[in-house]
């Protein structure tokens, strides 16, 4: 095996080849975007998923914890912000929660986090706590699995209206939200890998990184697929 650094480039490319194990493709995912899943899924989907957001701005705040460098804490706590809210911007966690109402689970019943499993919530703590534990540029890299997402934000919002039409669309507003904030992310998250995995060996452990984070979203969709058959 060649033991010389891929170009910028081609490591970018290399980066994201590794989008096609990415959940979009997990069978779960698929069936939700064909339209197959009945409203207990859906719903059992978008409590456990709650699980997920409520976690991001801890695993965000870890990282700008390990970070002594001010002008990456300066944007990335922009992050936080985007999921917690600020001022008359409700933020995406009660975006998400708007999502739950409109798919009809109740606020209370997001918030307990009872419908929460067992495997969704060790995949998520793993992701939460790889954060607090490796060096800050590792837990960067390991958020570029939003690469993949705008297309999956996309394909829900093409999709569910006309498959679930029982769902208000007015609750989609999360997805359409993401979008541009994922593209603006990835930029920032894109900058910080290619600067940082320079050899060819932390080249290869930046693929190690991205693969670990697309295991825990798709190990996340194992669970909830096992629980609401
Ligand atoms: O709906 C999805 O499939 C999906 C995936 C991901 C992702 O790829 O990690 C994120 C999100 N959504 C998302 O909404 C989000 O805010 C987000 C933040 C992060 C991260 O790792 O920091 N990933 C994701």
Same mark, same amino acid.
């Given at each position: 095996?060649?033991?010389?650094? !891929?170009?910028?480039?081609?490591?970018?490319?290399?980066?994201?080849?590794?989008? @096609? $194990?990415?959940? /979009?493709?997990?069978?779960? *995912?698929?069936?939700? *975007?064909?339209?197959?899943?009945? %409203?207990? =899924? /859906?719903? $059992? #989907?978008?409590?456990?998923?709650?699980?997920? =957001?409520?976690?991001? %701005?801890?695993k965000d705040?870890? /990282?700008? @914890?390990?970070?002594?460098?001010? @002008?990456?804490? +300066?944007? !990335?706590? +922009?992050r936080i912000?985007?999921?917690?809210?600020?001022?008359? *911007?409700?933020?995406?966690?009660?975006? #998400?929660?708007? &999502?739950?109402?409109?798919?009809?689970?109740? +606020?209370?019943?997001? !918030?307990?986090? +009872?419908?929460?499993?067992? $495997?969704?919530?060790?995949?998520?703590?793993?992701?939460? *706590?790889?954060?607090?534990?490796?060096? #800050?540029?590792?837990?960067?890299?390991?958020?570029?699995?939003?690469?993949? @997402?705008?297309?999956?934000?996309?394909?829900?919002?093409?999709? !569910? %209206?006309?498959?679930?039409?029982?769902?208000? %669309?007015? $609750?989609?507003?999360?997805?359409?939200?993401?979008?541009?904030?994922?593209?603006?992310?990835?930029?920032?998250?894109?900058?910080?890998? &290619?600067?940082?995995?320079?050899?060819?060996? =932390? =080249?290869?452990?930046? &693929?190690?990184? &991205?693969?670990?984070?697309?295991?825990?979203? #798709?190990?996340?969709?194992?669970?909830?697929?096992?629980?609401?058959?």
């Open positions: 095996m060649s033991t010389e650094a !891929w170009s910028r480039d081609e490591f970018e490319a290399q980066l994201r080849a590794r989008g @096609a $194990g990415y959940h /979009i493709h997990h069978p779960f *995912n698929v069936n939700m *975007n064909e339209g197959l899943l009945g %409203p207990d =899924q /859906i719903r $059992g #989907w978008v409590a456990n998923r709650f699980y997920y =957001q409520v976690n991001i %701005p801890q705040g870890a /990282i700008i @914890a390990n970070c002594p460098d001010r @002008a990456t804490r +300066r944007r !990335w706590v +922009r912000l985007d999921h917690d809210g600020w001022g008359d *911007n409700e933020g995406g966690i009660e975006a #998400w929660v708007r &999502l739950g109402e409109a798919v009809g689970l109740t +606020r209370e019943a997001l !918030w307990s986090q +009872r419908h929460v499993v067992p $495997g969704v919530r060790f995949a998520v703590d793993a992701y939460v *706590n790889f954060a607090r534990q490796a060096p #800050w540029q590792e837990a960067v890299c390991s958020s570029l699995t939003e690469m993949f @997402a705008p297309k999956i934000h996309k394909d829900r919002l093409a999709n !569910w %209206p006309t498959h679930y039409a029982w769902i208000d %669309p007015d $609750g989609l507003q999360y997805f359409r939200s993401r979008i541009s904030l994922a593209e603006r992310d990835v930029e920032h998250g894109l900058e910080v890998t &290619l600067g940082h995995f320079t050899t060819r060996a =932390q =080249q290869e452990r930046a &693929l190690e990184i &991205l693969q670990f984070k697309l295991d825990i979203l #798709w190990a996340m969709l194992d669970a909830i697929e096992k629980a609401y058959p």
